[in-house]
T-cell receptor, first 112, second 117 residues
């Protein structure tokens, strides 16, 4: 069964550095999402992406964040200048034909 | 925007007993309600979902009920097993329909279910 994949599984970075988190959604899915989950808390929506543009974004998704689909398979989340509070698990998801969202395994981002 | 409340935050049951987790939502336009199971350090895994055109859906030991009038939905797990132990999240969104839009999921705060052997 196809799955969403994400790399890396764990990223450690210094405050102020840029990070790029990568996702490969399920083939033929058209809507993609990024969510984050701070340790022990609920999953929070960041951004949705459709037809090569942002469809919706939350207040969390400020100017430090950007998303891109650089080719036919990858979907990336960039954080330009990381802050300590960006430390979280970041999940990518893609939308199936019945509007169900399938999540990737996540990237644990640690900002020091 | 949508707000989803989930109760209880923790739930312990004996193996073989039933577990019920309840969620309420605020936006009457929400029409899709999935439940995710998340084991420690793993991805949220979709276990069941329900759309607003039905009141109940069942899949083996798992069932979900929806009351649109009261804006609440519940997850029922029967004959619980130790491997059911995990955090369960409810969520709500608007999706599908003639617009074809697929809105983001708004999650509840999660329920830590522990099934005691």
């Amino acid at each position: 069964e196809p799955e969403v994949t994400q790399t890396p599984s764990h990223q450690v970075t210094q405050m102020g550095q840029e990070v790029i988190l990568r996702c490969v959604p399920i083939s033929n899915h058209l809507y993609f999402y990024w969510y984050r989950q701070i340790l022990g808390q609920k999953v929070e929506f960041l951004v949705s992406f459709y037809n090569n543009e942002i469809s919706e974004k939350s207040e969390i998704f400020d100017d430090q964040f950007s998303v891109e689909r650089p080719d036919g398979s990858n979907f990336t989340l960039k954080i330009r200048s990381t802050k300590l509070e960006d430390s979280a698990m970041y999940f990518c998801a893609s939308l199936g034909p019945m509007y169900e969202q399938f999540f990737g395994p996540g990237t644990r981002l640690t900002v020091l | 925007g949508e707000n989803v409340e989930q109760h209880p935050s923790t739930l312990s049951v004996q193996e073989g007993d039933s577990a019920v987790i309840k969620c309420t939502y605020s936006d009457s336009a929400s029409n899709y309600f999935p439940w995710y199971k998340q084991e420690l350090g793993k991805r949220p895994q979709l276990i069941i979902d329900i759309r607003s055109n039905v009141g109940e859906k069942k899949d083996q030991r798992i069932a979900v009920t929806l009351n649109k009038t009261a804006k609440h939905f519940s997850l029922h797990i029967t004959e619980t097993q130790p491997e059911d132990s995990a955090v369960y999240f409810c969520a709500a969104s608007m999706g599908g329909g003639s617009s074809g839009s697929a809105r983001q999921l708004t999650f509840g705060s999660g329920t830590q279910l522990t099934v005691l052997p």
